[in-house]
């Protein structure tokens, strides 16, 4: 099954990542080699960024140590932590309804997690087109989060028995602008926007954008990453 990708993050399945820690042994009892392990990480894939920054937060302030963008979308809703965005954000899609499921990477050893974690979420790839944000939040009011190059910021696991073949593009400001107006499209059930993803995709559904959504994604493809 085809997903059209969109990001500037390092893109890597999970299981062959693991494979390439895996010990020299041949024992047949290897947790890789065992096959309910094979098949519930096979279309499991990490987004990894290509540089390695700091983010500062206090309350209502944050800065990045490389100054590249960071965001405050929402107020923290958990008592004595705090929310912050990495701008960076990944758009994918698939021309038949496909649910996502978007986790922090808790399969990885990753120097972020000791003071924060990634924010996740599920939601139908082939019916709603909109960004994944890459939203952190924290175990404290104020701190410090290391993000290290190469080391997992979140997994998405395409939730379908069918093999997965990624296909990137360059997210540009047309499809920006697509995706910003479903997000915010007024077919969706605005009694009821925090409850209801099926007044998401029916807005999709619903609207003009489809088509030329699949074009304007087609026309921006590159040549798959290495």
Not at 57 to 71: A, L
Not at 186 to 197: A, E, I, R
Request: hydrophobic fraction near 35%; charge should be neutral; glycine fraction near 4%.
């Amino acid at each position: 099954m085809i997903i059209y990708c969109g990001t500037n993050f390092k893109v890597q399945k999970v299981y062959n990542a693991l494979q390439e820690k895996r010990t020299s042994n041949h024992n047949p009892a290897n947790l890789l080699s065992c096959p309910a392990i094979r098949d519930g990480w096979h279309n499991v894939f990490m987004f990894s960024p290509k540089s390695s920054f700091k983010v500062k937060h206090v309350i209502d302030f944050v800065e990045r140590s490389d100054g590249g963008q960071i965001t405050r979308k929402r107020q923290p809703h958990l008592a004595d932590t705090n929310i912050f965005n990495i701008k960076e954000q990944t758009y994918l899609f698939a021309e038949k309804a496909l649910k996502i499921k978007v986790t922090a990477p808790y399969f990885h050893k990753t120097e972020f997690q000791k003071e924060a974690t990634f924010i996740g979420g599920k939601f139908d790839i082939g019916r709603w087109f909109r960004p994944i944000e890459a939203e952190i939040i924290t175990w404290a009011k104020s701190g410090e989060v290391q993000f290290n190059e190469n080391e997992p910021l979140f997994y998405v696991e395409f939730l379908t028995d069918l093999p997965v073949e990624i296909k990137h593009f360059v997210v540009n400001p047309i499809i920006e602008h697509l995706a910003s107006g479903l997000v915010n499209s007024p077919f969706q059930n605005t009694d009821n926007l925090q409850g209801s993803l099926e007044s998401r995709y029916q807005a999709f559904e619903n609207s003009d954008y489809r088509k030329g959504l699949i074009e304007e994604i087609k026309a921006a493809l590159v040549s798959d990453e290495s």
